[in-house]
Each structure stands twice: as C-alpha cells, then as structure tokens.
C-alpha cells in the first residue's frame, strides 16, 4: 500500500469506477449503456443546478440588475407587441395582452432551449475529451438553465395579471403542472437529440433555425387559435402549438381540448422514441465527432 | 477493490466527415502513408490505435513514448473512457483519475474558489470535502487574495498552478498522466514535482506519456513504444527507449544526484 502522504492532503474519490467498455456491443448492451448515462446524468442534479446557475451568473456579471434584464426586456415586448397587434387585429387589449405575455414568455423558453440543444455537445467538447462524463448531464444543464430563465420571465406573466387583474380560475391552472412536468421530459429529450445530431451533422442548426422561426409563426403564439374560426382543428397538426396548449392553455383559463393534449402526447413519445433510437446508437461516438 | 486495467485488441479510428474527404483523402494519403484508411462503408478514417494488448495491475508503472501523433493521448483518453473501443475491449477497474487536458474545464470568468468548486462537484466530492480541496489548493497555489477573483485576471504562472494543483489534490487508484504535467516555470517546479512525486507515489497503477528520458527511467517499471498507432515494443524502459531514441539511455547526472540526496524515487512504490 502506498505510503502516508507527506505535507499534503490528498483526497480520496468518492467512489470506485469499474469501466467495461467493448466494441461491438449488443442492442442490449447499448440499451443498458445509455439508461445508464441517463441515470447517472440525471443523479448529478447538483453539479447541473451548479453549472446551470454559473451559466446565468456569468452572463450577468458585473450587471446590477443581473438576469432581471431578461425580465425587462421580455416585459417591454410584451408591452410594445401587445399594443402594435391588439390594434392590429382589432383585439381587446385587456384580453390580448395577457395571452400574448404568457405566449411569448413559454415561447421564449422553447425557442432558447432549442437553439442552446444543437449545441448541447459541441460547446462542452473541452469537457467531453477530457473527462468522461455522462452526455445527459450536458443536456440536462442546457434543461435547467432555461427553467431559471423560465422563472425570471415568469414575472412578467404575474405583472401583466396584477395590473390587469386578469387571473386565471385557479381549478384550472393547476392544469398545467403536468403540461410542465411533459415539457421537461420532452425538452431533456430534445437536448441529447439535437445535441447529438448537430455534433454529427453541421448543416443541424440551422435548418433547426430555419423551422423555430417558421413554428412561431404557426403555432399560435401572437395570435388566437380562434381568430382560424372553423379551420382550428388543423393546429392539432403542429406538434408546437400542442405542446405549447398544454402549458399555456390552463394557465390562460381555457383548458386545452383533449384533442390537443392527445396529439401533444402522440407527438411527445415518438420524440422520445426516435431520441432514444439514436442516442443508443451514438452515444460512444459523440466523443469523435467533436 | 483491487485496481487493474486490461486493453484487449482495441483500434480507434477517426470519421473524417468535415470538409472535401476525397480531396482530403488524396492530400493526407500522399502524405502521411498508413495511417488513413477507408471503413466498410468507404469514409476516410485516421486510425489512430490499431490492435493494442495490454495488461496493468498494482505496481505497475507504464510510460507511453512515440513521436506526436503515434497515439499516446488517444490511448489515454481510451483508457480513461472518454472514447469507446471502435474494435476490442477496454477494462478499467478502481477509482481514475485522467490528467490529459491542462485547463480541464477550467472556466477564465469564474474565481478560483468557483472553479474549484465545480471540479470537486465533478470528482464526485460533497460539501465538505471541498472546503478541504479549496483550502488544500489555495494554499499550495499561493492564490490567498486572488481566490475569490476571476481566474482571468490571474497572471499565467498563477493559472498553471491553480490548474496544477486541482489536477493533483485527488489521489486515484489508477492515474493517466500526459506529458504536458511535467513543464512548467522553474521555480514552480520543484515544488511540483514533490506534489507530484507524492501523488504518483500513492497510486496503484501510472500511466504516462512523456518524452523526458529521465522521468521514464526514474519513474517508470515498463515503457510501451507506440507508433502510428500501433505498440512497437513493450519491455523495461530502458531497452524500449534505446531502441525508440536510437541510442543508449542513462539518467542524467542530475537526476541521479538528486535521487541519492532525496532518495526520492516514485516507481519503488506501489
């Protein structure tokens, strides 16, 4: 055994590492393998709240308002669009603003959470060719720091309903804890699937880019679903207003019909499907493509 | 848990997918004979290991020399996990720590006491254990007022050794060690060199690759000659550096009176 150490204090890891990896694994292998990167990505959830926050804090350095810009800015959008399209489409503004705030804040997380996914992998390559880590835990950050700034936008949504007094019934609103609940799931897997498709693929983001900008024209975030009349049923198509309803629609007092949150189930497990299919597959590769 | 690590058959070979691989191919097989090659599916490849055996247990001291590019990097970060086996087997047992990257998620806009921090979170340490780790490298960085400012203001010398002393406040069961360790300032130095003597001292299982003759002969029980990303010889090392320098090895004067004044010898441990 090794002597005692002299005039330094070594640590001990916390735990001992047995590393089997072989090539030409099984599809069970390879199943077993990334359910494992899953669970120990997702059982670091300390370092990943750690790493999410320094991401925020850092942006925000030196800042005295910090990440309450983003609320402001948000919140001065909301205002300057709220206006511009209530006349626009000859909306009442005491009815218009409230949906286009809560619109714009949960879709703000989306189109922020999609762009940071295609660079889930490639901007942590430093940290994947140095250290084996699992590939969710990269993903989960990118997760967890658009929550954080989910919740600093969040303030938005509760000014624009002090000042208008334009709360939703609360029987409703809790309607959308597990809308958020399947936003994680689904946003977890959007993040190790572009993640690994654009460390592959370089032409990813943007047509990734290309599609965000065309889906929030689509989804029904500026305007009403009703102002479609009797052509509604076709948003039922876009997997991007579904997904949006399920949050959007009880926190606004008009739960979603059960159509919308069947296709935005529909849609969310052939995400998963399709996520796992091809993280099975690439996971041991994502380390050379960078 | 005994530690051990056992390579068997392992080739990694490198897709080229970016930029014109046809004129690529062309250019880079002219030049560099061997070392690309086409998969079964007809994309260019560099193979960067091709068919490595190995076996480590306790005790052992393995030094990987070869020219750049041979594949000595690429067999340390094989071993510590961070590629997969494209054919054979990689198996490492006990607690690992990989020494391949200076600035090893170092971030320049966080202070010291928060890069700290993260890395202890990344070695898997709790709360307290990273007080003791923040202290441990404060003190031998000599960063006191520094700590808790942005390592980007921090002068080169003293990010060498914040980074330096991170790498080396942990000890594994299994240490992977490239050569960029063992530069650094002068004065700095020998300093380091007995941190690092300590910690290497206290492994089960050394891996390094280097290119200073005297560190492999003083350190090392075993030396592995690694070219174009196949083991060219395996044997005592110095018969494997004779034969990859092309002439007899001896430690230099220096490090023989050193070693007779400090008895410092790392490899008789284990």
């Given amino acids: 055994m090794a002597p005692p150490m002299e005039g330094s204090s070594h640590l001990q890891p916390s735990e001992n590492v047995v590393l089997d990896l072989a090539a030409d694994q099984s599809w069970g292998e390879r199943n077993r393998a990334a359910w494992r990167d899953v669970c120990d990505g997702l059982a670091q959830w300390r370092l990943v709240w750690t790493l999410a926050w320094l991401d925020i804090r850092l942006k925000y350095r030196g800042s005295v308002l910090g990440p309450f810009w983003l609320t402001i800015s948000t919140g001065a959008m909301v205002a300057a669009m709220g206006i511009l399209y209530a006349v626009l489409f000859r909306l009442e503004l005491r009815d218009y603003i409230p949906y286009l705030g809560l619109s714009l804040v949960l879709w703000g997380f989306v189109g922020a959470l999609v762009s940071d996914a295609c660079g889930a992998f490639t901007t942590n390559q430093g940290m994947i060719r140095s250290v084996r880590m699992p590939f969710t835990l990269y993903a989960a950050r990118i997760v967890v720091r658009n929550l954080i700034i989910l919740g600093h936008n969040a303030v938005v949504v509760v000014v624009v309903n002090l000042v208008l007094w334009t709360w939703p019934p609360a029987g409703v609103a809790w309607l959308a804890l597990p809308g958020m609940v399947l936003w994680l799931a689904v946003s977890l897997s959007l993040a190790l699937l572009l993640g690994a498709l654009c460390a592959r693929l370089h032409d990813i983001p943007p047509i990734v880019a290309n599609v965000m900008q065309m889906a929030f024209f689509l989804s029904a975030v500026i305007w009403k679903p009703e102002q479609l009349d009797d052509r509604q049923w076709m948003l039922a198509l876009n997997p991007f207003f579904c997904l949006l309803e399920v949050v959007r629609g009880p926190l606004f007092g008009t739960p979603p019909s059960l159509l919308v949150v069947g296709c935005a189930l529909g849609y969310s497990a052939v995400l998963f499907a399709i996520t796992w299919l091809v993280f099975v597959r690439v996971r041991g590769r994502i380390a050379f493509w960078l | ?270």
Wanted: proline share 4%; net charge negative; hydrophobic share 45%.
């Fill in chain 2, 1 to 270: 848990m005994t530690s051990s690590i056992d390579v068997e058959g392992l080739s990694l070979s490198f897709p080229l997918y970016h930029g014109n691989a046809r004129s690529l191919k062309k250019t880079v097989l002219s030049t560099v004979t061997g070392r690309m090659a086409a998969d079964n599916r007809n994309r260019v490849v560099v193979e960067a290991l091709r068919d490595v055996n190995l076996a480590l247990r306790p005790g052992d001291r393995l030094a990987l020399v070869g020219g750049n590019g041979a594949g000595k990097t690429t067999l340390l970060r094989a071993m510590a996990g961070i590629y997969e086996p494209v054919a054979g087997r990689v198996r490492v047992q006990g607690s690992l720590n990989a020494l391949v990257d200076p600035h090893l998620g170092m971030n320049p806009e966080l202070t010291g006491r928060e890069n700290i921090m993260l890395r202890g979170m990344y070695l898997g340490l709790d709360k307290k254990a990273i007080e003791g780790l923040a202290e441990d490298v404060a003190a031998f960085a000599e960063l006191t007022d520094f700590l808790d400012l942005p390592v980007r203001i921090y002068s080169s010398g003293m990010i060498v050794r914040l980074g330096f002393a991170l790498a080396t406040s942990v000890q594994p069961q299994v240490l992977l060690m490239d050569e960029w360790f063992l530069a650094g300032d002068a004065g700095f130095m020998e300093k380091a060199r007995v941190r690092l003597e300590n910690l290497v001292r206290g492994v089960e299982i050394l891996v390094l690759s280097s290119h200073a003759t005297d560190v492999v002969l003083q350190w090392c029980t075993r030396a592995l000659w690694m070219d174009q990303g196949r083991v060219r010889a395996d044997g005592p090392p110095a018969e494997v550096l004779s034969a990859y320098l092309g002439h007899p090895v001896q430690l230099s004067e220096w490090a023989q009176q050193r070693m007779a004044t400090t008895g410092s010898d790392p490899g008789e441990a284990g």
